[in-house]
């Protein structure tokens, strides 16, 4: 293909070579989507076997999407899904992954973490590097606030599943340059995703409304103004929702909701935001949702239920 070379403005370089830190769930898949585009992976996990449980499942996601692509040419989809995968390395030692255009966090939800990770990849990683955070609910500038490349970081808020779903937000801190987030909304295009763009605020886009939609929802039913079922069939049927918000909440994980709306209540102030009893009594029954087996609804947990 044609490659356009900005040499005045590196981070303008068409991204090839990418490090997606942390391969678990989300990790697993931003790698997927990077090495089906073509593109050169690293995973980095501290946790080889985590790194070998991401390996497989995007070994098995792989033949899914060859599958779908190439219904009738099983040639073409086995040749897919070695390209693809044999575009992938991984590591435990963050050196390995220094030296990319694009460097992306997945790691645990936690600032310190972040913090420290993108202090040792500022000094390791060459100047025209971009990093970029996947968090839901950390801020981006908090995140970037001790490194020296401040122009040159950004949010990519992906969401769960990355290979499915196909919303990428870019989110913008206080100093991303124009050069970066034009090569990170161009970045995510090559993987595949439309991409939006959005400020550093809490919840960026999409949680930030999906979470009052999700709290009324649960008020709605402890009030028992509907019951579970028909206020999921009515989202679904009258709004054109894929799920209701009580299929959503279990798949997403009651703890994760329960941690999006405190955050977004911490940050905001906003009453819509407030601690919802119910939602807290069934994180604390472990009654978490698909994963656990149980949440508002039953499940099967082995069988497959979209989540890992
Ligand atoms: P996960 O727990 O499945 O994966 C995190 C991985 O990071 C684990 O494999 C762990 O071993 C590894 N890790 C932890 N600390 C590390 C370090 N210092 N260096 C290298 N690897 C490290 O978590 P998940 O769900 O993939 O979330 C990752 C990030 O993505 C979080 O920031 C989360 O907020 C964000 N996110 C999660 C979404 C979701 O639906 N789960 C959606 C969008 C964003």
Known sequence: GHVRNFSSSPSLNVIQNVTVVGGGLMGSGIAQVAAQAGQNVTIIDVKPELLEKAQKSIKSNLVRVAKKTFKDDAAKAEQFVK????????????????????????????????QELFKKLDDLSPEHTIFASNTSSISINEICSGIKRKDRFGGLHFFNPVPVMRLL?????DDISEATYQAMMAWGKSVGK??????????????????PYSAEALRMYERGDASKEDI???????????????????????????FALQVMYEKTGNPV????????????????????????????????????
């Open 194 to 211: 439309t991409c939006i763009t959005c400020k550093d605020t809490p919840g960026f886009v999409v949680n930030r409304l999906l979470g």
């Open 273 to 308: 935001f407030e601690p919802i009893p119910l939602l807290h009594k069934m994180v604390e029954e472990g009654k978490l949702g698909i994963k656990t087996g149980e949440g508002f609804y039953k499940y099967n947990k082995n069988k497959f239920h979209y989540r890992k």
């Open 232 to 258: 999921d069939i009515g989202m679904k049927l009258g709004a054109g929702y894929p799920m209701g918000p009580f299929e959503l909440a279990d798949y997403t994980g009651l703890d994760t909701n329960k």
């Open 169 to 173: 937000e870019v989110i913008k801190g």
């Open 83 to 114: 390209d693809s995968f044999d575009r992938i390395k991984v590591s435990t030692k963050i050196e390995d992954g220094a030296n990319v255009d694009l460097i992306v966090e997945a790691i645990v939800e936690k600032l310190d973490a972040k």
